[in-house]
């Protein structure tokens, strides 16, 4: 049987590193970490002054990869993201300069802001972990995670992300406003400088890529697998969703499943690890019907019904998987 105990000490010593940045944010942090496990990208969308940007800019100090910000705004061109192939005239050959998307963990602050045509320069970046500029494709490094930030309140000068985009990534992350408690500790945390200039890494590359190979061998029984197909069908079916999940959610599912298994000290995937993700792996992913948007429905609450409508493997999977 595998051993766990590296991969999830390396797993928790991430979220801890981030948590003293990012105050009462438990959850949040989880998810982030969670994407990054799964090889997967994470949406953070919410209001601006959260702690957005600070969340990914803490996943990447304490994840000790190559971190690159790109400020996403109308007149940004694709080649901005990419990379371009400059012309040298003392060799007489073209050379590729590298766009700030070739990077271990990459920042699109404001994604939404830049037009569908540089949105879409990502698109090959997040899925076939490459970009090609000129007919020549160019690896990104290993590990790489895109986090996105978006601000869902201003509409003006933004371009929505179309669904082909939103299903790459894995994840949508919201932060939502501090207590008063927790607002407080940010403000004494900041009181002589930020946390996150004293922030130290916690891992590195070849110890994330090994963490991500160990949440693979987690083991997922049968009706697990069927609970989260089933749990994804019903998206498809549902008279409030326009649109429904499509199989990247289920294999979003399968695979966060593992992940929050491995945090959580077990080597086996329980339903309650299906269940605890599904709002943030499918809400994002599905089209809410315009009579539901009418009634003021949103994604994330239809699918906590379709969850709590849907019976769960019981006893039996979790005998099989202590086994």
Same mark, same amino acid.
């Given at each position: #049987?595998?051993?766990? @105990?590296?991969?999830?000490? @390396? ?24 994407? %990054? #496990? ?5 949406? !953070?969308? /919410? ?25 996403? @705004? ?27 998307? !070739?990077?271990?963990?990459? *920042? ?17 970046? #997040? ?56 607002? *407080? ?11 996150? /200039? ?9 110890? !994330?890529?090994? %963490? ?8 997922? /029984? ?12 019903? @998206? ?14 289920? %294999? ?44 003021? !429905? ?26």
């Amino acid at each position: #049987m595998q051993d766990f @105990t590296m991969a999830r000490h @390396t797993a928790r010593g991430i979220v801890e590193n981030v948590e003293k940045v990012i105050v009462g944010k438990s959850r949040a942090v989880e998810l982030t970490v969670i994407a %990054l #496990m799964c090889r997967g990208h994470a949406l !953070i969308e /919410d209001v601006p002054g959260v702690g957005k940007t600070m969340l990914a800019r803490s996943i990447a100090r304490s994840a000790g990869c190559e971190f690159k910000r790109i400020q996403f @705004t109308p007149d940004l061109l694709p080649t901005d993201v990419t990379g371009v192939s400059i012309y040298n005239q003392r060799t007489g050959d073209f050379e590729f300069r590298q766009g700030p998307i !070739i990077s271990q963990v990459v *920042l699109a602050d404001e994604v939404n802001r830049a037009t569908p045509k540089t949105q879409s320069a990502m698109l090959e970046a #997040m899925e076939e972990r490459q970009v090609t500029v000129e007919g020549i494709t160019h690896q990104v490094p290993s590990p790489f995670m895109v986090m996105a930030t978006q601000n869902p309140i201003e509409y003006e000068g933004t371009f929505p992300l179309p669904e082909a985009q939103l299903d790459r990534f894995i994840l949508l992350v919201s932060l939502g406003y501090p207590t008063n408690e927790e607002e *407080l500790a940010i403000i004494e945390g900041q009181q002589v400088a930020h946390p996150i /200039d004293t922030l130290e890494a916690v891992t590195n590359a070849k110890e !994330i890529i090994e %963490l991500q190979e160990s949440v693979r061998h987690i083991f997922v /029984d049968d009706l697990i697998k069927q609970y989260i197909v089933t749990v994804v069908d019903a @998206t498809r079916d549902h008279p409030d969703i326009a649109l429904g999940a499509s199989p990247r959610g289920s %294999l979003a599912l399968f695979r966060g499943g593992q992940a929050l298994a491995l945090i959580r000290d077990r080597d086996f995937v329980l339903p309650d690890d299906v269940k605890e993700l599904t709002a943030s792996m499918l809400s994002h992913r599905v089209i809410v019907s315009a009579a539901a948007r009418m009634r003021g !429905i949103k994604a994330s609450e239809i699918i906590d019904n379709i969850v709590s409508e849907i019976p769960v493997p019981g006893a039996q999977a979790a005998d099989r998987a202590r086994r």
